[in-house]
């Protein structure tokens, strides 16, 4: 289930860091009831020794403007993102929990809740043409010689990137509906990409991730195609990475 949010403030513009997903995930934290929120953030869904919290998010869909600096993005009166999870409840508690509330506040600024729209699912089939509205992020943590780690991030380019999203998804699917996945199968290939204007290095705390934007192309089983489109694609989804929308050719022609 996706809903798009808009935030607006009466007085002046919304002045938020270059790297704001920090922020966004925090208010979105803060408009969950205080159950939900501490059950998403303190547990959430394990697999394994991994903890999911089966939620994603977009880039915020207005353009900001950079201060001289380079450091923060002004945006004119308003904000307007997508929220998106497959388990019905998180959605609908943010979404009342959202008109509840009204008010909230976003790096020291009060905004309002000013519209709420939910999404119509599109139609999944066998291969579907997608653009990331979040950067995407996979990767391993690697053991070195001397026993340290490091984590490696996969470009879009590299073998391993579809089989380590592949495998992901299966995970997700897994914990939504409790079956199986073995038989499911899922491929993502560039079709509109560079690894030098694609790259997005967010910087999400004291950390810096390695995610990329652009056109793909999805193939594979229906049912774990639309997982990724609820949870998003690959890590770091609650953090504001892996979301997609369907991509028209024609429609981003005609907006050109």
Not at 76 to 94: A, Q, W
Not at 99 to 124: A, D, M, N, V
Not at 127 to 152: E, Q, R
Not at 219 to 226: A, D, K, Q
Request: aromatic content about 12%; charged content about 30%.
């Amino acid at each position: 289930m996706r809903i798009k949010i808009t935030y607006e403030t009466l007085d002046g513009d919304i002045v938020l860091p270059k790297h704001y997903n920090h922020h966004i995930q925090a208010l979105i934290y803060k408009t969950f009831s205080p159950q939900l929120a501490t059950n998403l953030h303190n547990i959430g869904f394990p697999y394994g020794k991994r903890r999911f919290k089966l939620f994603t998010f977009s880039r915020i869909l207005e353009k900001g403007i950079p201060t001289k600096d380079d450091t923060k993005l002004i945006f004119k009166r308003k904000i307007t993102f997508y929220f998106s999870s497959p388990i019905e409840d998180i959605v609908e508690n943010l979404a009342e929990r959202s008109f509840k509330e009204r008010e909230f506040e976003l790096c020291g600024k009060k905004i309002y809740i000013s519209q709420l729209q939910i999404i119509t699912t599109p139609k999944i089939e066998e291969k579907v043409k997608i653009k990331a509205i979040s950067p995407i992020t996979i990767y391993s943590t690697l053991k070195k010689a001397d026993g340290s780690k490091i984590v490696h991030f996969y470009k879009p380019i590299d073998k391993e990137f579809s089989k380590l999203i592949e495998n992901n998804a299966k995970k997700k699917f897994h914990l939504i509906y409790g079956k199986d996945p073995e038989e499911l199968k899922l491929e993502i290939k560039p079709l509109k990409f560079s690894v030098k204007d694609n790259l997005k290095l967010v910087k999400f705390k004291d950390t810096i991730i390695e995610g990329y934007t652009g056109v793909y192309e999805l193939t594979g089983s229906p049912e774990l195609i639309y997982v990724t489109y609820e949870a998003g694609l690959g890590n770091k989804n609650s953090g504001g990475f892996g979301m997609w929308e369907i991509w028209r050719e024609k429609e981003e022609d005609e907006n050109a």
